[in-house]
């Protein structure tokens, strides 16, 4: 049956695309509840506004042979065996245990933090600087390490990734790191699954929507009027920009990345991810060796080494959107957006950028998940807000 035509305001034409499911965004939230929905034989339609499948996790190959990371680094772990399973139904991974080093006074100190850095630095006998219950990240990081320590690893660290004093954020950010008691380095050392994809990212999502139909260089927001979902539209982009920023924008900080390529040196630090905790390193954050991210056997064939340095900035094009901004005033605007989402018929807004939650990729995926179960079972609106 021939699709019908769509006369635009400028006169051209062209062909009305017709689903059940609209899925808008290919990230890991949009491409898992695809999967699923077309597993059950529902009639899907995928749209995403980047050339390019799976969102944030996707990566790239530098000429070099070098995978690169396209949106900063992603290490794959989860506890859960439903998603290991999941995932690598999809792509062969391979084991990569993450383990970062802090460049502090010169040296490539371990990240998380060794309790033998702080015994060497202060003395056996060091205490936590705060006790008593926090009340901003500055004291949740205090009653872990004496300051010292916080203020060569942290405070600036921090200051730089948000923009804004250290005292001023929100006392749960501390909860992604600890102090090591017994020096362990790597950065989760009891994550049941971890790697990362043998062919990369982009290989992984490629296979994940392998026989969903889905339009690349489309931006929903400007060609709505292009696609008709008879079921529902599933919206994972950021919900500000779903109502025109009516309420005004959320914060967001997002990484803006400067490549180099050495062809003098095979390596040039000794791990993945390299923090540049203070401000006298300069606005970077963190650099990112591709080569240590890599297959041991692969990355041996590679002449040179590419490196990617970040420095957060506040993105005011939703395409540089990466961390939701931690405070109070921007989890309020986000519940007044969630209110008028949930009181929006046929439609779900979700993923991070729709749930304004910063997700790791099995939290994302587990959200997808069970999102996928109760569309499945017609009842997608399970967790909306009550009004009021
Ligand atoms: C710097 C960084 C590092 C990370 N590292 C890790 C890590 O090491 N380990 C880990 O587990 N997790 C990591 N994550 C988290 C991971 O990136 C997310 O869990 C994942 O990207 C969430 O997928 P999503 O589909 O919800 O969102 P996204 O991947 O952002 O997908 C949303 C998609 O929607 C599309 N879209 C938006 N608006 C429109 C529109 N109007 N029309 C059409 N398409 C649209 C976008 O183009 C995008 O492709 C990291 C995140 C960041 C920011």
């Not at 954050?285 to 590679?302: F, G, N, S, V």
């Not at 499945?376 to 009550?386: S, V």
Request: glycine share 8%; hydrophobic share 35%; with cysteine.
């Amino acid at each position: 049956m021939m699709s019908p035509a769509v006369l635009f305001r400028d006169g051209s034409r062209n062909t009305l695309l017709k689903t059940d499911y609209l899925i808008v965004g290919s990230g890991l939230t949009g491409s898992v509840i695809a999967r699923t929905l077309t597993d059950a034989g529902r009639d899907v339609l995928v749209v995403d506004r980047r050339d390019h499948l799976g969102g944030n996790v996707h990566d790239h190959s530098h000429a070099s042979g070098v995978r690169v990371h396209t949106y900063g680094p992603h290490y794959f772990r989860t506890n859960s065996d439903r998603i290991w399973d999941f995932v690598t139904r999809f792509a062969e991974f391979y084991k990569y245990e993450a383990c970062l080093k802090s460049l502090v006074d010169g040296e490539h100190e371990n990240w998380p933090i060794a309790a033998s850095y702080i015994a060497k630095h202060i003395g056996k006998d060091w205490k936590p600087q705060f006790t008593g219950e926090p009340g901003n990240f500055e004291e949740a990081a205090l009653s872990l390490m004496p300051r010292q320590i916080y203020e060569k690893f942290i405070k600036e660290y921090n200051e730089k990734q948000w923009g804004v004093p250290a005292s001023s954020l929100s006392a749960d950010l501390c909860k992604r790191f600890d102090v090591r008691q017994d020096d362990e380095p790597r950065l989760k050392p009891n994550c049941k699954h971890q790697g990362i994809p043998l062919m990369g990212y982009a290989h992984l999502m490629r296979q994940m929507i392998e026989g969903v139909r889905v339009e690349l260089d489309f931006d929903y927001l400007k060609r709505r009027g292009e696609v008709e979902a008879s079921e529902l539209t599933i919206f994972t982009g950021p919900i500000d920009e779903w109502f025109d920023f009516e309420l005004g924008k959320l914060a967001y900080r997002g990484q803006q990345r400067a490549h180099q390529y050495l062809t003098d040196t095979d390596y040039a630090q000794p791990c993945g991810q390299v923090n540049t905790p203070m401000h006298s390193q300069g606005p970077a954050i963190r650099t990112l060796e591709w080569k240590h991210m890599m297959p041991a056997e692969q990355a041996k064939r590679i002449k040179g080494t590419a490196l990617t340095t970040e420095t957060p900035y506040t993105p005011t094009d939703p395409g540089g959107y990466e961390y939701p901004f931690p405070d109070s005033a921007n989890a309020e605007l986000y519940q007044r957006y969630r209110r008028m989402a949930d009181d929006t018929q046929g439609v779900l807004v979700c993923g991070r950028l729709g749930e304004y939650r910063y997700f790791d990729m099995d939290q994302a995926i587990a959200r997808a998940m069970l999102l996928s179960e109760r569309i499945l079972k017609g009842d997608h609106d399970a967790d909306r807000l009550p009004n009021g």
